[in-house]
């Protein structure tokens, strides 16, 4: 009887025991991966081997920067789903110890504009607005100098600048601190140079018309849509489009003159009135997610008909041989919605600048090849110009010099064999 009792309690510890053990293995999974080796994928071994890339153009811009007398920037560089590359440079004040780091914020200036042009992708594809409907249709009141431009003028016509009302238009105003509500009544009495679609005019003022419009279809103001509909869902935490939020956030960029001067100018709340064109502030972590968001395949934030909209080119735009004049052999230039469409080495890159006042910002991005960067400064310098064209030359000329690779490796190979035999 002892000797079955024994037994038994054997049997009984050794089910506790096998038991005991299964529930360590399955609630511990470092146990069973700790010898697995998770493969990188694609696109981290693209990264790897762009190290170089990278590593030239920090190296080139490092030095633009100490040179320049730079007193501020950052710099982010986005591939296919992942930041490949942010750093930032210098101080947030001339004179200060305080560094510009990832959530330092700077005025983008009209870098806000393809902000706004994503920001309406959103809204279309949520069936809040249409890129071809009609301006009075939400603003029945709404006049201009014309009986054909009053009638005709759309939404695609605002964010393209083709209103046919003369460039900058009642920007003296804004710089001014009109309120827009007083420069939307003068609308009635700007020039007309041609009707809508028909020719390039850049516009602050009539861009900024969405957010009037905007107001009429859904109760809320530009400010609240964009933070709803954009600076939430992809991560701009630091973004803002108002100068009280720039002037209150302890870790802000002050603006300063260009070329090596480290006068520290005063805030200023220009253009803020007309918020849509250049009114957003932020930050190189929260430009980074916007490109991210933009350039992600497996979650993207706006549909391929939307995306394909926002960067068909809708007219020619005509610009002084200053405006690139760092970038080698640009090709046609044409306007989107709230993007610079330009031909450069035999790709489509989406490119926007802004400027106000001891600001400067650069965007761009190449949906071909998945790439992203942007740039910002509060030193607005031509280091801030050469900042895009340079990272494009060295990016692009790798990539084309692997796929010459690529192309020559089968061929080598086969010369290989016939030697041996």
């Given at each position: 009887m002892k000797k079955q009792r024994f037994f038994a309690l054997l049997i009984?510890?050794?089910?506790?025991?096998?038991?005991?053990?299964?529930?360590?293995?399955?609630?511990?999974p470092d146990i069973l991966q700790e010898n697995i080796e998770i493969p990188p994928s694609q696109s981290e071994k693209e990264l790897t081997e762009m190290q170089d890339v990278f590593e030239e153009y920090n190296q080139w811009l490092s030095g633009e920067i100490e040179k320049s007398g730079t007193i501020g920037a950052a710099v982010a560089i986005t591939y296919k789903d992942q930041i490949a590359f942010i750093k930032c440079f210098g101080t947030r004040k001339s004179g200060s110890s305080e560094p510009v780091d990832e959530h330092t914020v700077f005025r983008l200036a009209s870098v806000s504009k393809p902000v706004t042009g994503v920001l309406t992708g959103i809204l279309a594809q949520e069936n809040i607005l249409d890129f071809d409907e009609c301006v009075i249709e939400s603003?029945?009141?709404?006049?201009?100098?014309?009986?054909?431009?009053?009638?005709?003028?759309t939404i695609k016509n605002l964010l393209s600048h083709t209103t046919g009302l003369v460039p900058h238009a009642y920007d003296d105003l804004v710089?001014?601190?009109?309120?827009?509500?007083?420069?939307?009544?003068?609308?009635?009495?700007?020039?007309?140079?041609?009707?809508?679609?028909k020719m390039y005019g850049y516009q602050n003022v009539m861009f900024s018309l969405l957010d009037t419009i905007l107001?009429?279809?859904?109760?809320?103001?530009?400010?609240?849509?964009v933070k709803e509909k954009l600076f939430e869902r992809v991560g701009m935490h630091d973004a803002s489009t108002d100068f009280e939020s720039f002037k209150n956030?302890?870790?802000?960029?002050?603006?300063h003159w260009g070329n090596g001067s480290r006068n520290t100018l005063p805030l200023n709340d220009r253009?803020?009135?007309?918020?849509?064109?250049?009114?957003v502030n932020a930050s190189v972590s929260d430009m980074a997610h916007?490109?991210?968001?933009?350039?992600?395949?497996?979650n993207p934030l706006l549909k391929d008909d939307i995306q394909e909209a926002i960067f068909q080119p809708q007219v020619v735009s005509p610009l002084s041989r200053g405006y690139f004049k760092y970038w080698e052999n640009v090709g046609r230039k044409n306007y989107g919605l709230g993007w610079r469409i330009v031909d450069y080495k035999s790709r489509k890159v989406a490119y926007h600048g802004g400027y106000v006042h001891g600001y400067k910002a650069e965007i761009a991005l190449c949906k071909q090849e998945d790439i992203g960067i942007v740039y910002l400064t509060n030193s607005p310098n031509s280091v801030?110009?050469?900042?895009?064209?340079?990272?494009?030359n060295r990016f692009f000329n790798y990539k084309e010099n692997k796929t010459i690779l690529a192309e020559t490796e089968p061929i080598s190979e086969e010369l290989q064999k016939i030697q041996g035999s």
């Open positions: 009984f510890l050794f089910f506790v025991l096998l038991t005991t053990t299964n529930q360590r293995i399955s609630s511990s603003l029945p009141g709404f006049r201009l100098n014309s009986l054909v431009n009053t009638q005709n003028l710089e001014g601190h009109v309120p827009f509500s007083t420069i939307y009544e003068r609308l009635r009495m700007a020039g007309i140079s041609a009707e809508p679609g107001a009429v279809k859904t109760s809320k103001n530009y400010s609240q849509l956030n302890p870790n802000k960029a002050y603006p253009y803020y009135n007309t918020a849509p064109a250049a009114g916007f490109l991210l968001a933009l350039l992600n395949e497996n801030a110009s050469q900042s895009i064209p340079e990272f494009f």
